[in-house]
């Protein structure tokens, strides 16, 4: 429950700062409200619509078995937040220029209102079609319990992602933005990693990798995975008291990649290289 909470409070935060940037910057424009609540409609209603999309075609793939299914939407998931982790804060601070461009040129009539309607329902339908595939690749091999507490998930952090975006429209958050995603993207950066552990798990499971799947050892009697702080631990860090060589690998290797990554492709490096 917690990992699909971070996950959707930061893609409902994205979006809903990206709406507030383009409303706070279209005040007075006629119309304003109903191109926005257009736009943000049709966003979710596109994301709705790929959700049972995405449902319907798992249930095809059940075919495939299980194992295969897990593999395939753990790698689905895992390729996403890798792409969050390395270009995801780049991502998000160009999304906020081009609104604030967007708001600027629909006040100045050099793009019709409708405009609003189409770059907000594209940002939400953005944010919302990852969100839907973080959750299908963390729910994939969940019992009917761990779906509803995902689902659980899924309500809390959007309704705490829509709440922190509104009230730093309305300039009631004293906590700037650029903090609240630093925090949740080294949170994410622990995710993801913990999915990668998960990934080559389900490689084993699935018998597609022999080697490096014996664990090396068990610590279910220090902690026990199904206690509170180990079902705490395992959605913070993934947690695991029996893991595998491949596991650990996948884990470390994932942690490695994507500090490697940031640093090769961060602003400050970048403009050093141009110079």
Do not use: K
């Not at 967007?102 to 050099?110: A, D, E, I």
């Not at 609003?116 to 319990?145: H, K, N, P, Q, W």
């Not at 993934?238 to 690998?249: I, R």
């Amino acid at each position: 429950m917690f990992a699909t909470a971070l996950i959707v409070f930061r893609e409902s935060l994205e979006a809903a700062l990206f709406v507030g940037i383009v409303a706070a910057a279209t005040r007075g424009v006629a119309g304003r409200g109903r191109w926005l609540g257009l736009g943000v409609g049709a966003g979710i209603a596109g994301a709705v619509g790929l959700a049972l999309a995405a449902e319907r075609i798992a249930a095809l793939a059940d075919g495939l078995g299980q194992d295969m299914v897990n593999v395939a939407v753990l790698s689905i998931a895992l390729l996403m937040l890798l792409w969050h982790c390395i270009w995801g804060a780049r991502h998000g601070q160009e999304a906020a220029r081009d609104a604030r461009r967007l708001g600027s040129s629909v006040r100045q009539g050099q793009h019709a209102p409708v405009a609003l309607a189409v770059a907000c329902g594209l940002a939400v339908l953005r944010e919302g079609a990852e969100t839907v595939l973080f959750v299908i690749g963390m729910t994939g091999s969940d019992s009917a319990g761990g779906i509803a507490a995902s689902l659980a998930g899924v309500l809390l952090g959007l309704s705490i992602g829509v709440a922190v975006g509104a009230l730093i429209y309305f300039g009631l958050s004293r906590v700037p933005p650029q903090r609240l995603f630093g925090v949740t993207q080294a949170l994410i950066v622990v995710l993801t990693a913990a999915i990668a552990s998960q990934l080559a798990r389900a490689l084993a499971q699935a018998g597609l990798v022999q080697s490096g799947a014996t664990p090396l050892w068990d610590s279910s009697a220090w902690l026990a995975p199904d206690s509170a702080p180990g079902a705490l631990l395992h959605a913070l860090a993934g947690y695991d008291a029996q893991p595998t060589a491949l596991q650990l690998v996948f884990y470390v290797g994932t942690l490695l990649i994507i500090v490697a990554a940031q640093r090769h492709t961060s602003p400050q490096r970048a403009t050093t290289a141009a110079a």
